[in-house]
């Protein structure tokens, strides 16, 4: 299985701030990695695929990089609906596994 | 608009069989871009694969469940459904269905459902 580990698992920043989340993959995955934005309570929401394109209705402060077994998940600019979980998954081969989820809090 | 409504019985006592059913409105089972998935949640913990079908029956099941799950598909009724058999307090979670179009990945989720595995 190809294990995937995020860093920070909690990140606190403030409204306006700039934050990044780092995706590893154990072996190479090429581009085939997502991300998601989860609320307590909520199901997943969908943002990034193919790692860095942006899916239709999600802001563009959200952006994300990289290739091979490195990725990030950038916002630019922090709102306040942002403060949630974020979870990276690769899509490369079966079975599809997530990242163990970063926390992002409120300053 | 595409929408994903999970249902089943929110208590299932051990070793029994825990039965969920993804209802799809909006879009067609059938449609030949689509996979559809089941991802578990356990309280407080992170996103666990379950498996994917596609319309045509053919399935893709997580290697730590394998032994446990059969995922199956009812086109003429727009759904596709779980059963997780001898079921342990491990078995614990909010269950999601999900979408994904081929080569690509979760992009529309149902609400969840919780299942608790008690007696």
């Known amino acids: 299985d190809i294990q995937m580990t995020q860093s920070p698992s909690t990140l606190s920043a403030s409204v306006g701030d700039r934050v990044t989340i780092t995706c590893r993959a154990s072996?190479?995955?090429?581009?085939?990695l997502a991300w998601y934005q989860q609320k307590p309570g909520k199901a997943p929401k969908y943002l990034i695929y193919?790692?860095?394109s942006l899916e239709s209705g999600v802001p563009s402060r959200f952006s994300g990089s990289g290739s091979g077994t490195e990725f990030t998940l950038t916002i630019s600019s922090l709102q306040p609906d942002d403060f949630a979980t974020y979870y990276c998954?690769?899509?490369?081969?079966?079975?599809?596994?997530f990242g163990q989820g970063t926390k992002l809090e409120i300053k | 608009q595409l929408q994903l409504q999970e249902s089943g019985p929110g208590l299932v006592k051990p070793s029994e069989t825990l039965s969920l059913t993804c209802t799809v409105s909006?879009?067609?089972?059938?449609?030949?871009?689509?996979?559809w998935g089941w991802i578990r949640q356990p309280p407080g913990k992170g996103l666990e694969w379950i498996g994917n079908?596609?319309?045509?029956?053919?399935?893709y099941y997580n290697p730590s469940l394998k032994s446990r799950v059969t995922i199956s598909v009812d086109t003429s009724k727009n759904q596709f459904s779980l059963r997780l058999n001898s079921v342990t307090a491990a078995d614990t979670a909010v269950y999601f269905c999900?979408?994904?179009?081929?080569?690509?990945?979760?992009?529309?989720w149902g609400q969840g459902t919780m299942v608790t595995v008690s007696s």
């Open positions: 999900a979408r994904l179009p081929v080569n690509d990945a979760f992009d529309i």
């Open positions: 909006g879009d067609s089972i059938s449609s030949s871009s689509y996979y």
């Open positions: 079908i596609y319309y045509s029956g053919s399935t």
């Open positions: 072996q190479s995955i090429s581009s085939w």
């Open positions: 193919k790692a860095s």
């Open positions: 998954q690769q899509y490369n081969s079966f079975p599809y596994t």
